[in-house]
């Protein structure tokens, strides 16, 4: 099992371009979630999908789109890159919520110039 | 909402020595804690998770955490520290518990740094 894989790895975007991060699992989960962390701040949720065609916003979404078309995949779209955006953006899964362990992904490093 | 807060952004021990990182949570109903790890430009690992039952629950690569409700805490310890153990570490309470969005609410992390 590859687990969850993420792409790009590495990405500079000027303000104003667009991108889709792509997360793909390969473990069956229901559950899969897009975090972002900056420095010193921890990882704060975006969006999570409980099952393919259900998204739901997180804590931070403003400036994100997510769709969930397949239980494997589950990418983050960003429309109009701000340098706000900059961080390191993380993709986890798991079978369901609450107690269940997550998975991550190893992340993907979003420069916005 | 649920919080976490980790008591020092960096910690320095000597090899050898005990490994203590603090998390203290606030939650309206009963919590899901979890201790991962972040090596250098890596992802998160998991260390270990309290859900329910026993109230120390034991990790990977020697670690253990103790879940006490009374003081709101769940800190990490580790024994003896290794140089291999440098790394982030992020204590984080499921959101899920709280009826509110699905998703982990994480701390700001703790550096653990191991002098020789």
């Known amino acids: 099992n590859a687990g969850v894989t993420q792409t790009p790895k590495f990405r500079i975007l000027k303000i104003g371009q667009s991108m889709t991060l792509q997360c793909t699992q390969d473990m069956n989960h229901n559950y899969m979630y897009w975090y972002r962390q900056d420095p010193g701040m921890g990882l704060k949720l975006i969006y999570y999908s409980v099952g393919a065609g259900i998204t739901d916003k997180g804590e931070v979404p403003n400036g994100y789109n997510v769709s969930r078309s397949t239980t494997e995949d589950f990418p983050l779209r960003l429309e109009l890159a701000a340098p706000s955006q900059t961080s390191v953006y993380f993709c986890a899964s798991s079978y369901r919520g609450g107690a269940d362990t997550q998975y991550f992904g190893p992340g993907t490093r979003l420069t916005v110039l | 909402a649920q919080s976490v807060t980790q008591l020092g952004s960096h910690v320095s021990v000597s090899e050898g020595a005990l490994v203590l990182l603090r998390c203290n949570y606030s939650s309206s109903v009963p919590p899901y804690l979890f201790w991962y790890v972040q090596y250098p430009n890596q992802g998160l690992q998991l260390l270990l998770k309290?859900?329910?039952?026993?109230?120390l629950v034991k990790g990977i690569n020697g670690f253990e955490a103790e879940f006490k409700k009374s003081e709101t805490s769940f800190h990490l310890t580790k024994p003896s520290a290794h140089m291999s153990d440098a790394a982030e570490y992020f204590c984080?309470?499921?959101?899920?518990?709280?009826?509110?969005?699905?998703?982990?609410?994480f701390g700001k992390g703790t550096h653990l740094i191991i002098q020789p």
């Open positions: 309290y859900t329910t039952g026993a109230t």
């Open positions: 984080a309470v499921s959101s899920y518990s709280g009826g509110g969005a699905d998703g982990l609410t």
